[in-house]
């Protein structure tokens, strides 16, 4: 039998790679992640946030990722018909990107050059042969999605659900075409996103401008960061209750460089305690001064060309020049007309594009827009109700502020990759908006009496209009199914703060819209991962982590169970490669158990009846084990991920491993009795439901040992949840007698420690005085406190023990003989010369910490670094003055 099971046994230092073939090549073959769609179990549905279609895995995604796999693997074990729906995003502007790029290695300077159909078809091609890279790293993460109903936001079935949504939307009044500002990519020649927008401090400059007033020898002086766009000013703004220039509301200045009159109007925006109080106003090219144009009826004359240099609009010499050009020339005519008053150094922030890192100029052009107001009331109320609720609560403020504060959606985008928007412009300028070019001929026939010439919009969606219907699209909508009926809505949503406003509130916003319910129940906004510093990732501090290193470095377990580990409810998490060595030493002390629990031949025999166990400490490991699991449970399902993780941390490695498995390790090596078939079932027992608890957080090696090492079943990934009632399992409440025990034996220990009593000196403890019940705790247990404490005798005394020092176990005094075993007089000295060394480091620190100098100067990090250090002195300075005091 045991030749039998040294034959089974496997290495478990296989390496990481073989591990995670494994385990992914056992869930493959038993379809773990499929949901079961024909089923009658309770469903748990999570829409994954789909990833950019030419994204690289991330340490954002490798947390977001993770998160969601312990959510969907602990219900799976749960017993729910889970359905993790994944897929990817077309990003418009990220794959156009990508394939311009290849084309102008090619060559190719510009995809007009091929045209819109052909360049498609090599973004086809291009996402056939590379857009897999995300998901098979998602795969290599753990991700249980169900990978059969994989989606792309561009596939036939969602195009034809954009489709529907924008012709129901239009014909409901709620999408129409408008003149407005938007963010403008001048060098990729297209509306963004607010999202896809980054803010940078940049240095530059007030120009202090004298604009003359009309009909009189005085100026009213303007302050700007952005003086081209004085070109297009359209009146000046004052506040209405500014005593300077009271007088001169409605009056003219006339508009130097352009010598055209503009009027200088009252209003609320010009704030008097800034700059001169006066404000230029250019509708067209800043979105303060195009509210500022609306409120007044003023004109907005646009002085831009779409790729950035200043149109038909300005005076000649202006025209064809960028607006950075234009700046430069602009200030010049003005200080030689006289009229450049001052020049005040500044630093503000100047909005960047993303991809293309050039500068986002606010820009006046037609696009299509989403009443997106109208649409926002009923998420509004959702969330107010409680039918969708934010965790932490506090993102819900975040949320209402955006809501209440939005403004009409833009969701055309100026380029040729993504949903094209379905509609045709007649000889008229009349806009037919229908699914498809056969029906808008259809209501063109009908408007004119005869076919007419129409031409498609050459436009395409905001990636964020698909991605908004994710929730139902990927579904089948508009198609009624199975699917639909049961997965929607949705019961939680796992993102990060940042896309709040652009993808969770549309997805309401939609979902409420066409589908009458919210889509998900619950929100759970996991925070940002910083470096080890605090500090936010970015390439140009060099600070960026890349998961696939870290995977290959240390296990994809070992960064899972980190990131699950730090995943503190509302507070970003600093990652340290220290932590990641931290949790991989865990799971190599979950291998060294499992080596040892085979060693010992510790197998569970089902016939064993764990109703029957005697041993205290079997009661308690096992009382032990469903508290744990029953804990673990209630922080998954309340999304305490770090608590979940914390939780199941302490007991394998200090309840089980530490104690557990130390107090019993006599009993595996002997004869086989009763009791050493009650330690050795009950041993390989715990550890299979501890390989069960830990499964959401660290599957790969879970699995392997599960399914694998130990034969315990078929599949870890879709076994039951640990249960004490569907276990057949008496929970013993009363497990005082192996706690005592530990408290014992940690007080030794703790003494041995602060004395630098030797390892190996064997030690006698005395006592006056004892509790029946704690006679019976030391008589029961002799061989484990001897073993463990190193002690040599426990004996009554009815006096005071001479050279010792002093233990407190619960209401029960020991003594311990120092006699011997120790220089008491050289140990005091040690201890005191210790004590005025940590006294005097913690006054060197709160000196450091009184200091305002060093306060005003030094980074937050170090301030925190040095409140850290001291608190850990003042634990060492307690544990020092305890150690003293036993010794007086």
């Given at each position: 039998?045991?030749?039998?099971?040294?034959?089974?046994?496997?290495?478990?230092?296989?390496?990481n790679?073989?591990?995670?073939?494994?385990?992914?090549?056992?869930?493959?073959?038993?379809?773990?992640?499929?949901?079961?769609?024909?089923?009658?179990?309770?469903?748990?549905?999570?829409?994954?946030?789909?990833?950019?279609?030419?994204?690289?895995?991330?340490?954002?995604?490798?947390?977001?990722?993770?998160?969601?796999?312990?959510?969907?693997?602990y219900?799976?074990?749960?017993?729910?018909?889970?359905?993790?729906?994944?897929?990817t995003?077309?990003?418009?502007?990220?794959?156009?990107?990508?394939?311009?790029?290849?084309?102008?290695?090619?060559?190719?300077t510009?995809r007009?050059?091929?045209?819109?159909?052909?360049?498609?078809?090599?973004?086809?091609?291009?996402?056939?042969k590379?857009?897999?890279?995300i998901?098979?790293?998602?795969?290599?993460?753990?991700?249980?999605?169900?990978?059969?109903?994989?989606?792309?936001t561009l596939?036939?079935?969602?195009?034809?659900?954009?489709?529907?949504v924008?012709?129901?939307?239009?014909?409901?009044?709620?999408?129409?075409?408008?003149?407005?500002?938007?963010?403008?990519?001048?060098?990729?020649?297209?509306?963004?996103?607010?999202?896809?927008v980054?803010?940078?401090?940049?240095?530059?400059?007030?120009?202090?401008?004298?604009?003359?007033?009309?009909?009189?020898?005085?100026?009213?002086?303007?302050?700007?960061?952005?003086?081209?766009?004085?070109?297009?000013?359209?009146?000046?703004?004052?506040?209405?209750?500014?005593?300077?220039?009271?007088?001169?509301i409605?009056?003219?200045?006339?508009?130097?460089?352009?010598?055209?009159?503009?009027?200088?109007?009252?209003?609320?925006?010009?704030?008097?305690?800034?700059?001169?109080?006066?404000?230029?106003?250019?509708?067209?090219?800043?979105?303060n001064?195009?509210?500022?144009?609306?409120?007044?009826?003023?004109?907005?004359?646009?002085?831009?060309?779409?790729?950035?240099?200043?149109?038909?609009?300005?005076?000649?010499?202006?025209?064809?020049?960028?607006?950075?050009?234009?700046?430069?020339?602009?200030?010049?005519?003005?200080?030689?007309?006289?009229?450049?008053?001052?020049?005040?150094?500044?630093?503000?922030?100047?909005?960047?594009?993303d991809?293309?890192?050039?500068?986002?100029?606010?820009?006046?052009?037609?696009?299509?827009?989403?009443?997106?107001?109208?649409?926002?009331?009923?998420?509004i109320?959702a969330?107010?109700?409680?039918?969708?609720?934010f965790?932490?609560?506090?993102?819900?403020?975040?949320?209402?502020?955006?809501?209440?504060?939005?403004e009409?959606w833009?969701?055309?985008?100026?380029?040729?990759?993504?949903?094209?928007?379905?509609?045709?412009h007649?000889?008229?300028?009349h806009?037919?908006?229908?699914?498809n070019?056969?029906?808008?001929k259809?209501?063109?026939?009908?408007?004119?009496?005869?076919n007419?010439?129409?031409?498609?919009?050459p436009?395409?969606?905001?990636?964020?209009?698909?991605?908004?219907?994710?929730?139902?699209?990927?579904?089948?909508?508009?198609?009624?199914?199975?699917?639909?009926?049961?997965?929607?809505?949705?019961?939680?949503?796992?993102?990060?703060?940042?896309?709040?406003?652009?993808?969770?509130?549309?997805?309401?916003?939609?979902?409420l819209?066409?589908?009458?319910?919210?889509?998900?129940?619950?929100?759970?906004?996991?925070?940002?991962?910083?470096?080890?510093?605090?500090?936010?990732?970015?390439?140009?501090?060099?600070?960026?982590?890349?998961?696939?290193?870290?995977?290959?470095?240390?296990?994809?377990?070992?960064?899972?169970?980190?990131?699950?580990?730090?995943?503190?409810?509302?507070?970003d998490i600093?990652?340290?490669?220290?932590?990641?060595?931290?949790?991989?030493?865990?799971?190599?002390?979950?291998?060294?158990?499992?080596?040892?629990?085979?060693?010992?031949?510790?197998?569970?025999?089902?016939?064993?009846?764990?109703?029957?166990?005697?041993?205290?400490?079997c009661?308690?490991?096992?009382?032990?084990?469903?508290?744990?699991?029953?804990?673990?449970?209630?922080?998954?399902?309340?999304?305490?991920?770090?608590?979940?993780?914390?939780?199941?941390?302490?007991?394998?490695?200090?309840?089980?491993?530490?104690?557990?498995?130390?107090?019993?390790?006599?009993?595996?090596?002997?004869h086989?009795?009763?009791?050493?078939?009650?330690?050795?079932?009950v041993?390989?027992?715990?550890?299979?439901?501890?390989?069960?608890?830990?499964?959401?957080?660290?599957?790969?090696n879970?699995?392997?040992?599960?399914?694998?090492?130990?034969?315990?079943?078929d599949?870890?990934?879709?076994?039951?949840?640990?249960?004490?009632?569907?276990d057949?399992?008496?929970?013993?409440?009363?497990?005082?007698?192996?706690?005592?025990?530990?408290?014992?034996?940690?007080?030794?220990?703790?003494?041995?420690?602060?004395?630098?009593?030797?390892?190996?000196?064997?030690?006698?403890?005395?006592?006056?005085?004892?509790?029946?019940?704690?006679?019976?705790?030391?008589?029961s247990?002799?061989?484990?406190?001897?073993?463990?404490?190193?002690?040599?005798?426990?004996?009554y005394?009815?006096?005071?023990?001479?050279?010792?020092?002093?233990?407190?176990?619960?209401?029960?005094?020991?003594q311990?003989?120092?006699?011997?075993?120790?220089?008491?007089?050289?140990?005091?000295?040690?201890?005191?010369r210790?004590?005025?060394?940590?006294?005097?480091?913690?006054?060197?620190?709160?000196?450091?910490?009184?200091?305002?100098?060093?306060?005003?100067?030094?980074?937050?990090?170090?301030?925190?670094?040095?409140?850290?250090?001291?608190e850990?002195?003042?634990?060492?300075?307690?544990?020092?003055?305890?150690?003293?005091?036993?010794?007086?």
């Amino acid at each position: 039998m045991v030749a039998d099971k040294n034959k089974q046994n496997k290495d478990v230092n296989t390496s990481n790679k073989s591990i995670e073939n494994y385990s992914n090549n056992i869930w493959q073959k038993n379809n773990i992640s499929d949901a079961k769609i024909d089923c009658e179990d309770k469903s748990l549905v999570i829409m994954m946030p789909p990833p950019n279609v030419t994204g690289s895995l991330h340490i954002g995604h490798a947390l977001n990722m993770t998160l969601q796999d312990v959510i969907v693997r602990y219900w799976r074990m749960k017993g729910k018909d889970v359905l993790w729906q994944p897929g990817t995003d077309h990003a418009g502007i990220a794959t156009q990107m990508v394939v311009e790029k290849q084309l102008l290695e090619e060559g190719i300077t510009s995809r007009t050059k091929l045209g819109r159909e052909e360049f498609l078809n090599r973004v086809w091609e291009w996402k056939e042969k590379s857009g897999g890279t995300i998901i098979n790293q998602l795969k290599r993460l753990g991700a249980s999605a169900d990978w059969t109903r994989e989606r792309f936001t561009l596939d036939e079935g969602l195009s034809e659900a954009v489709i529907e949504v924008f012709v129901s939307l239009y014909k409901d009044g709620l999408i129409y075409r408008d003149k407005r500002l938007v963010n403008w990519d001048i060098k990729l020649e297209t509306a963004v996103s607010d999202l896809e927008v980054i803010q940078k401090e940049k240095k530059g400059y007030y120009w202090h401008f004298k604009y003359p007033i009309v009909n009189s020898t005085k100026h009213i002086i303007v302050a700007t960061t952005r003086p081209e766009t004085m070109l297009g000013d359209t009146c000046v703004a004052v506040h209405p209750d500014d005593s300077r220039y009271k007088n001169l509301i409605g009056k003219k200045v006339l508009l130097p460089l352009v010598n055209r009159e503009i009027d200088i109007i009252a209003d609320e925006y010009a704030d008097p305690s800034k700059g001169t109080g006066a404000v230029k106003i250019t509708p067209a090219h800043d979105f303060n001064d195009f509210q500022v144009g609306k409120r007044h009826n003023m004109a907005s004359i646009n002085i831009m060309n779409n790729d950035g240099t200043l149109n038909k609009n300005t005076p000649k010499k202006y025209q064809g020049l960028s607006m950075l050009d234009a700046r430069e020339l602009v200030i010049k005519d003005m200080d030689l007309l006289g009229l450049l008053e001052s020049i005040e150094e500044t630093v503000h922030a100047v909005p960047y594009g993303d991809r293309s890192e050039t500068i986002i100029e606010p820009y006046l052009t037609d696009q299509w827009f989403v009443d997106a107001k109208k649409l926002s009331l009923p998420a509004i109320e959702a969330v107010k109700s409680g039918k969708t609720k934010f965790v932490p609560k506090s993102w819900e403020n975040t949320f209402f502020d955006w809501m209440y504060n939005i403004e009409p959606w833009c969701i055309s985008r100026q380029l040729w990759w993504g949903h094209r928007i379905p509609a045709w412009h007649g000889p008229d300028g009349h806009i037919f908006v229908e699914k498809n070019e056969e029906l808008a001929k259809k209501a063109a026939l009908k408007k004119y009496g005869k076919n007419e010439q129409l031409v498609r919009d050459p436009d395409v969606l905001d990636t964020w209009f698909s991605s908004g219907l994710w929730p139902f699209s990927t579904l089948g909508w508009p198609h009624k199914n199975r699917a639909l009926d049961k997965y929607y809505p949705g019961d939680v949503l796992i993102t990060g703060f940042d896309i709040i406003f652009f993808w969770v509130a549309r997805m309401m916003m939609m979902g409420l819209h066409f589908m009458k319910e919210t889509p998900f129940k619950e929100v759970y906004v996991h925070a940002l991962v910083r470096d080890s510093k605090g500090n936010k990732m970015s390439k140009s501090k060099g600070n960026v982590v890349d998961p696939l290193i870290l995977m290959d470095k240390y296990g994809t377990d070992s960064i899972r169970f980190t990131l699950t580990a730090l995943a503190t409810q509302g507070r970003d998490i600093k990652l340290a490669e220290d932590r990641i060595v931290g949790y991989r030493n865990f799971i190599t002390k979950i291998s060294n158990a499992s080596r040892f629990i085979e060693i010992n031949e510790c197998f569970y025999d089902k016939n064993f009846n764990m109703k029957s166990i005697n041993l205290p400490v079997c009661k308690w490991i096992v009382s032990l084990l469903y508290e744990t699991a029953d804990n673990v449970s209630k922080d998954i399902e309340a999304y305490r991920f770090n608590e979940a993780a914390n939780k199941i941390y302490q007991f394998v490695w200090h309840s089980f491993c530490d104690w557990y498995l130390e107090i019993v390790k006599p009993n595996l090596s002997k004869h086989e009795n009763n009791i050493n078939k009650e330690i050795k079932n009950v041993t390989s027992f715990v550890f299979g439901k501890i390989l069960a608890i830990l499964h959401p957080i660290i599957p790969f090696n879970t699995e392997y040992l599960f399914s694998n090492i130990h034969k315990f079943g078929d599949v870890l990934a879709i076994s039951n949840w640990p249960d004490s009632q569907k276990d057949d399992v008496i929970i013993h409440k009363d497990n005082q007698e192996i706690e005592w025990i530990i408290n014992f034996i940690s007080e030794v220990r703790s003494l041995r420690a602060m004395l630098n009593i030797p390892a190996k000196a064997l030690i006698n403890i005395y006592f006056k005085s004892l509790d029946e019940s704690y006679h019976k705790f030391i008589s029961s247990n002799k061989d484990v406190l001897y073993r463990i404490s190193k002690i040599e005798n426990i004996i009554y005394s009815d006096k005071e023990i001479d050279n010792s020092a002093q233990i407190l176990v619960d209401d029960a005094t020991f003594q311990v003989a120092l006699k011997g075993i120790i220089n008491i007089e050289e140990e005091l000295n040690r201890l005191s010369r210790d004590l005025t060394k940590i006294k005097n480091d913690i006054s060197f620190i709160e000196n450091k910490l009184s200091n305002e100098k060093f306060m005003s100067r030094a980074p937050k990090e170090v301030i925190e670094e040095q409140n850290n250090r001291k608190e850990i002195l003042k634990n060492r300075l307690s544990r020092v003055e305890s150690a003293i005091n036993k010794l007086k």
